[in-house]
């Protein structure tokens, strides 16, 4: 079960929309439509934000949004804003009753 | 409003056992599996295991296999993380959290329970 692969950060300016990659395997992400989204502000609970690779559950802004490719699962946020930076992870069910996390990913809004 | 309520934090020295308690208030824990995640200081969210509440089975993530003990008490609406053989590395806030069986994703959370292994 090794950790998905998410680059270490990203950064944009308000209003500029950034998109954060996960890389799994094809018995994770490729394998199953079951990755999932986490926003995680310091010192607070992760958030989620996207489910089932594209949808967003109730409350969350239209802004966030998630795809799926092969392997790699993707979260687009658009109209940054100063409140999106944070910590986000991707996670993925890979079988057997088990997930596996993306190492996370360091947003700053400059 | 449904919440999970996470017992306080501990301090263990090395080697030490640590117990930590996850209740549901506002609902029952028999409609989802809880998991069980870490994060060490600065580090990423890492998956420990889960418990399934139609059997009361649990899953465990090999990194912890053979440490690490989930079990659901469905009495009392409450999930406990049992880590022992502890080491400075599990310096760390556990999470619980619910995981919605349909789509394996979380939307609810404990707050976390900070522990500190230290000599």
């Known amino acids: 079960q090794s950790a998905l692969t998410q680059l270490a950060s990203v950064s944009g300016s308000p209003g500029q929309s950034i998109t954060i990659s996960c890389t799994g395997t094809?018995?994770?992400?490729?394998?199953?439509?079951?990755v999932s989204w986490y926003q995680q502000h310091p010192g607070k609970a992760p958030k989620l934000i996207i489910y089932?690779?594209?949808k967003r559950p109730s409350g969350v802004s239209n802004r966030f949004s998630g795809s799926k490719s092969g392997n790699t699962a993707s979260l687009t946020i658009s109209g940054l804003q100063t409140e999106d930076e944070a910590d986000y992870y991707c996670?993925?069910?890979?079988?057997?009753?088990?997930?596996?996390f993306g190492g996370g990913t360091k947003l700053t809004v400059l | 409003e449904v919440q999970l309520v996470q017992s306080g934090a501990e301090v263990k020295r090395p080697g030490a056992t640590v117990k930590i308690s996850c209740k549901i208030s506002g609902h029952t824990l028999t409609k989802y599996y809880i998991h069980w995640v870490q994060q060490a200081p600065g580090k990423g969210l890492e998956w420990m295991g889960l418990v399934d509440p139609e059997d009361a089975e649990a899953v465990y993530a090999e990194k912890f296999q053979g440490r690490v003990n989930i079990v659901l008490d469905t009495s009392t609406d409450t999930s406990y993380m049992e880590l022992s053989s502890l080491k400075s590395d599990d310096t760390a806030v556990y999470y619980c959290a619910t995981v919605t069986q349909e789509y394996w994703s979380s939307d609810l959370w404990g707050r976390g329970t900070l522990v500190t292994v230290s000599s």
């Open positions: 089932e690779a594209t």
């Open positions: 094809s018995s994770d992400v490729g394998r199953y439509n079951l």
């Open positions: 996670c993925s069910y890979a079988g057997s009753s088990s997930l596996v």
